[in-house]
């Protein structure tokens, strides 16, 4: 079975600032998705930024990127420029590929980390 | 275009009540999620379906969980009878089948409240 795991609870940044969330990872699968989910106070879960474990290119989505290591199982999302709009919980999630062969779609989140930015 | 539609938005009810979660997919996708999410545990992946047929419903907590979804624009999750412990928010999820991104689509969510 997959496991995410997400080791910082809560952060704080001040506006305009760079921070990064730590996310690791357990699986025995070659192929699959990482990604990264917004849940702002308003609830709805919203992408952030996706990783294919078969890229070694790191994904960037404006001021969002990401440092996959995969050899480490590890995938952390920086934010640049943080802005109060970035608060929210961030989730990690990983999803088994469907060329793996495993036929499981399902997205396994990690616990979360409640970020805040600072004005 | 419309996203995943949940409803209720909010439910507050009694323990031992009958509650019912609706969702209305995105036209087109295949895959249907629901999700419960609660600070204890996070989000947990109760049951999917493809094509409207159930493939992994081994998330369901107990015999009181069942869904269903009669056609591909429908899907309901019921709890009968509810109790205080599932109090959480639930979440539906779509996605296309195929190749595809592997990303999935959220509702906003039935938060649940048993008292």
């Known amino acids: 079975a997959q496991t995410v795991t997400q080791s910082q609870p809560e952060m704080s940044v001040q506006d305009a600032e760079t921070v990064t969330l730590s996310c690791t990872y357990d699986?025995?699968?070659?192929?699959?998705?990482l990604f990264w989910y917004k849940q702002p106070p308003s609830r709805q879960m919203i992408l952030v930024i996706r990783?294919?474990?078969?890229?070694?290119q790191n994904a960037t989505e404006n001021r969002f990127s990401v440092n996959f290591q995969k050899a480490a199982k590890s995938f952390s999302l920086k934010i640049s420029d943080s802005q109060l709009g970035d608060t929210a919980m961030y989730f990690c999630?990983?999803?088994?590929?469907?060329?793996?062969?495993?036929?499981?779609?399902?997205?396994?989140f990690g616990k979360g980390t409640k970020l805040s930015v600072i004005p | 275009d419309a996203g995943v539609i949940q409803s209720p938005r909010h439910e507050v009810t009694e323990m031992g009540q009958e509650v019912t979660l609706r969702c209305k997919p995105i036209?087109?996708?295949?895959?249907l999620f629901w999700y419960r999410q609660t600070m204890m545990r996070g989000l947990e992946l109760l049951i999917y379906?493809?094509?409207?047929?159930?493939?992994?419903d081994s998330g369901m907590p107990e015999d009181r969980f069942s869904a269903k979804m009669p056609n591909a624009s429908f899907s309901t999750l019921k709890i009968q009878p509810s109790e205080p412990r599932d109090s959480a928010v639930y979440f539906c999820?779509?996605?296309?089948?195929?190749?595809?991104?592997?990303?999935?689509?959220f509702g906003e969510g039935s938060r649940l409240t048993v008292l």
């Open positions: 699986t025995s699968e070659n192929n699959y998705y």
């Open positions: 999630a990983f999803m088994t590929s469907a060329y793996s062969g495993a036929g499981s779609y399902q997205l396994t």
């Open positions: 036209s087109g996708h295949d895959y």
């Open positions: 999820a779509s996605r296309p089948g195929g190749a595809n991104t592997g990303e999935l689509f």
């Open positions: 379906f493809n094509n409207n047929v159930p493939i992994d």
């Open positions: 990783q294919e474990a078969y890229k070694q």
